[in-house]
T-cell receptor
Framework: GQNIDQPTEMTATEGAIVQINCTYQTSGFNGLFWYQQHAGEAPTFLSYNVLDGLEEKGRFSSFLSRSKGYSYLLLKELQMKDSASYLCAVGRGGGKLIFGQGTELSVKP | GAVVSQHPSWVICKSGTSVKIECRSL??????MFWYRQFPKQSLMLMAT?????????EQGVEKDKFLINHASLTLSTLTVTSAHPEDSSFYIC????????????FGQGTRLTVV
């Protein structure tokens, strides 16, 4: 079976830092992806972790612990445009992704 | 990155009719394409995996006779929603992977289907 959990909603203030957690239990694992999705649009790729540790890319960082089945996405210096849904997805190989339910992030002034 | 084009962006159809959605990889050969469905305020749910030249593999609970998938070439996969009903109204998104990205898949822009 497979289970991917992330909080449904989060609220943060412009300029702050927010961490979105994701825990997973899947029968297969080929990396952990994070996507950003604005309403009515396709997901946009943010990050990919296959080894344990932190990957930093500008204002966004992503962390993975395979032994704990845990990942987080860290967003720094939040901007209003960061208000979106953030999707955690487990890769199953060959491009196949299993998504969590998504976290709706609201950034307030 | 690789470009995947999905058409149409939105479509409105009458209940009982069929609708075809196309997914094209524009600058790479997509050996595998994936079809997802997303209801409002929910995440993407994988419907099926299609490999060029072979039958699609459907996820549990997805009716293969209702959602017909054809992947006749390395650049095109189609999803046909047959005998559409209002409950089929959803956002349908395809993704494609190929030799350029066996790990990552690239998403089309999605199709908003409304059945009236």
């Amino acid at each position: 079976g497979q289970n991917i959990d992330q909080p449904t909603e989060m609220t943060a203030t412009e300029g702050a830092i927010v961490q979105i957690n994701c825990t997973y239990q899947t029968s297969g694992f080929n990396g952990l992806f994070w996507y950003q999705q604005h309403a009515g649009e396709a997901p946009t790729f943010l990050s990919y972790n296959v080894l344990d540790g932190l990957e930093e890319k500008g204002r966004f960082s992503s962390f993975l612990s395979r032994s704990k089945g845990y990942s987080y996405l860290l967003l720094k210096e939040l901007q209003m445009k960061d208000s979106a849904s953030y999707l955690c997805a487990v890769g199953r190989g060959g491009g196949k992704l299993i998504f969590g339910q998504g976290t709706e992030l609201s950034v307030k002034p | 990155g690789a470009v995947v084009s999905q058409h149409p962006s939105w479509v409105i159809c009458k209940s009982g009719t069929s609708v075809k959605i196309e997914c094209r990889s524009l600058d790479f050969q997509a050996t595998t394409m994936f079809w997802y469905r997303q209801f409002p305020k929910q995440s993407l749910m994988l419907m099926a995996t299609s490999n060029e030249g072979s039958k699609a593999t459907y996820e549990q609970g997805v009716e293969k006779d209702k959602f017909l998938i054809n992947h006749a070439s390395l650049t095109l996969s189609t999803l046909t929603v047959t005998s559409a009903h209002p409950e089929d109204s959803s956002f349908y998104i395809c993704s494609a992977s190929g030799s350029r990205g066996v790990t990552e898949a690239f998403f089309g822009q999605g199709t908003r289907l409304t059945v009236v």
